[in-house]
């Protein structure tokens, strides 16, 4: 657990919701996509209950599939850029943090660390960053062809983009702009340090043309499932989004992210483990699940066979639904996963079809559905046993899902003392139990990095 046993809570926006079809249901905003006033009130509610961050992931591309399919998916289909719907939400809103994706693969280093630097300045330190080192098929978004990178390759790059960042952000010492009318004297040019960077990806000189900012850094966040991103995330990042199914899965990720971190020279307490938990609830257990089948029964048939596509990282939809699934994987899937749902679908009786349908309430999280009392037990119960500091909390749909989470669940955390009754502090740093970063000279860098920042010279 965090070095203050606090339970975090982020709540991972997708603009409808998290389930496939939620942009149908009649608690939803259809339109959330690009309806500010919708992530207004999500987040003030958000806000207002406690939470420390509001989660958005982003990608450069749509879904792929065939038109009968595509027609019918909200995700990512018509979304705001992240950054500038968080600088307009932190105007409107005064503790709550705010995490947005940039991608290390389609951006350039001095981009990224100024518009950071900017936010968190707009916001007063509530910004973090989602690293992403981001999927080929953005790549003809963006004019670019990345088609022969492998896992490796784009962590590596993605590693040199967050030391070129972080370096950045100490381009000036804390009190560099000293802004003195009398003197004449803008800034105290002798803390100022030049970044020289060379390495096999990037070249970047510095300094940035923004001061050190209010939280020293952003907060640094990454969500890689594969071994490469679990290592890179435990080198990098203050906060870890993971997505285990069970409680025996999570525990076993937190020890290897908090191994792994140590390895890495760094405090294993100061690296939060955010399992994602996709919610429905309501004030009873029957309530909840009558709103879950809701939700799956206007969950049409080929989008759920899309999403079991991903899932198994091939393509089932030549098979009958109305069958089981076959014994042996077909072209290209992956055999393992396709096992895996096999056997279920074995063991169950459950269809294609079903199967399907099942794997459609979560793309990624453990997917629960209960009263707010039994979603309290889950989440207390992985806190307690080395499984979470705290947890992405993705509702099914938007706004409904997040007012019956608030509602239900989180006054049973508050009466457990698993959250916080207000905030404590200002930042996101302060949120996630972590100190502001201290300016690090050269010779000094922590997160385990190679020296590359050169003072300037005299």
């Given amino acids: 657990m965090t070095s203050d046993a606090t339970m975090r809570l982020s709540l991972f926006v997708h603009a409808t919701g998290h389930h496939q079809a939620a942009w149908r249901h009649p608690r939803a905003d259809a339109d959330a996509g690009v309806s500010f006033e919708h992530y207004k009130r999500v987040v003030q509610r958000a806000e207002a209950a406690g939470f420390d961050a509001v ?38 809103t005064t503790h709550i943090g705010f995490i947005a994706t940039a991608s290390a693969a389609y951006n350039y ?20 960053w989602n690293v992403v ?36 952000w100490d ?74 199914q069970s409680l025996d899965e999570a525990r076993e990720t937190y020890a290897t992210i908090k191994r792994k971190a140590a390895e890495h020279g760094r405090d294993p307490s ?27 029964e206007l969950l049409h048939i080929d989008v759920a066979i899309n999403v079991f596509n991903l899932k198994v990282q091939g ?27 096999r056997d279920i679908g074995r063991r169950e009786g459950l269809t294609l079809g079903e199967l399907a349908r099942r794997a459609s309430a979560s793309l990624a999280g453990l997917s629960v559905c209960g009263s707010g009392e039994e979603i309290a037990d889950l989440m207390a119960e992985w806190h307690a046993n080395g499984a979470a500091d705290g947890f992405n909390v993705q509702p099914t749909f938007l706004p409904g899902g997040l007012d019956d989470f608030v509602d239900f669940v989180v006054p049973r955390l508050k009466e457990r003392g698993l959250i916080r009754d207000g905030y404590v502090g200002k930042t996101l740093r302060e949120h996630f139990g972590l100190p502001r970063p201290a300016w690090r000279p050269p010779g000094s860098w922590s997160l385990a990095m190679p020296q590359r920042i050169q003072s300037p010279a005299s």
């Fill in 109 to 128: 280093p001095f981009q990224v660390a100024r518009k950071f630097a900017s936010l968190d300045f707009i916001s007063g330190g509530r910004v973090g």
């Fill in 171 to 244: 381009s000036w010492e804390d009190d560099a702009f000293i802004r003195d009318r009398d003197s004449g004297i803008y800034v105290d040019t002798t803390k100022m340090h030049i970044l020289e960077y060379a390495g096999k990806h990037f070249s970047v000189t510095g300094p940035l043309n923004v001061p050190r900012s209010p939280q020293g850094r952003p907060l640094l966040v990454q969500a890689g499932a594969s071994p490469t991103g679990v290592d890179f995330a435990s080198r990098f990042a203050d906060m870890v989004f993971v997505s285990p």
């Fill in 270 to 296: 100061q690296v939060n483990v955010m399992p994602g938990l996709v919610v429905t609830t309501g004030p009873s257990t029957d309530v909840a699940q009558q709103t879950f089948n809701e939700l799956q």
């Fill in 133 to 168: 080192a981001s999927e080929a098929r953005e790549a003809a978004s963006l004019g670019r062809s990345l088609e022969s990178d492998t896992t490796a390759t784009r962590y590596e790059r993605a590693a040199e983009f967050v030391e070129i960042c972080v370096g950045l």
């Fill in 55 to 92: 989660f958005f992931a982003d990608t450069q591309a749509i879904r792929r599939g065939a038109p009968e399919v595509i027609s019918r998916i909200s995700l990512y289909m018509g979304n705001f850029e992240p950054l500038t719907l968080i600088g307009a939400l932190s105007a409107v």
């Fill in 315 to 341: 393509d089932v939809s030549a098979y009958p639904v109305d069958e089981p699934l076959p014994e042996a994987a077909g072209a290209g899937a992956d055999p393992t996963r396709f096992a895996l749902w």
